[in-house]
Structures are given as C-alpha cells and as structure tokens.
C-alpha cells in the first residue's frame, strides 16, 4: 500500500523560505516520477512541479519558476520542495502525488496521479 506523507508546511512572511518534504513508501520510489499540487482556499487544485524517476528532468508552473526547486533522494525515499522568495499568493494547502504508472516520465496533469498525501499547509503573510 503506498504512503505518501509530507511535512514541512507552515506561516513564514512574504520574502521567505520553506521546504516541504513527501515520504513515500509502499512500492520501488525510484520507478515513478513524482509531483507537487497545491490547493488555494476557493480554487481547485492545481499543479505545481514535477520530477522524473531518476530526477533529471523536472518541470514548474510558470507562477514558481526561478523561485521553486524539486529534488528527490532516492536513498531516502523522499521528494523535496524548496520554496525560496514565497509571495502571499502561495498560501495553500500543498500535496505531493505519485504517478500511476512506472517509468512514464514527467506530467502535470492531476489524473496521472494515483497517490496523493494528505496535504501540509503554506500560509505566507504579507
């Protein structure tokens, strides 16, 4: 049974820092590439970054580029959001998700996703 659990969420003031991390057990983490979504209070959930299997390849919604970075270690079975220069307009409920199926590379889209955990929220106060 897959796990997905993160942590690291918090209240941090516009300008600053958090990472966020997902541990993820329950089947061979380096098989599935691996995604963070984040939901807005009123908005659906969107996507946020992704990171393939071997993590060579990532990719960023345009509103986090140059600001965000997804890593993962593969040692620890954990992926990483590191969240640098946070605007209020980051304030949501975060959630790390892992594809369905193994070895199918990056996505953003939400339905490629089976696992998802339970969510760490990011509040950024101006």
């Known amino acids: 049974q897959v796990q997905l659990v993160e942590s690291g969420g918090g209240l941090v003031q516009a300008g600053g820092s958090l990472r966020l991390s997902c541990a993820a057990s329950g089947r061979t983490f380096s098989n599935y590439a691996m995604g963070w979504f984040r939901q807005a209070p009123g908005k659906e959930r969107e996507f946020v970054a992704t990171?393939?299997?071997?993590?060579?390849?990532?990719a960023y919604t345009d509103s986090v580029k140059g600001r965000f970075t997804i890593s993962r270690d593969r040692a620890k079975n954990t992926v990483y959001l590191q969240m640098n220069s946070l605007k209020p307009e980051d304030t949501a409920v975060y959630y790390c998700a892992q594809r369905r199926l193994p070895f199918r590379g990056i996505t953003y889209t939400q339905a490629e996703y089976d696992y998802w955990g339970q969510g760490t929220q990011v509040t950024v106060s101006s």
């Open positions: 990171i393939s299997e071997g993590g060579s390849r990532t």
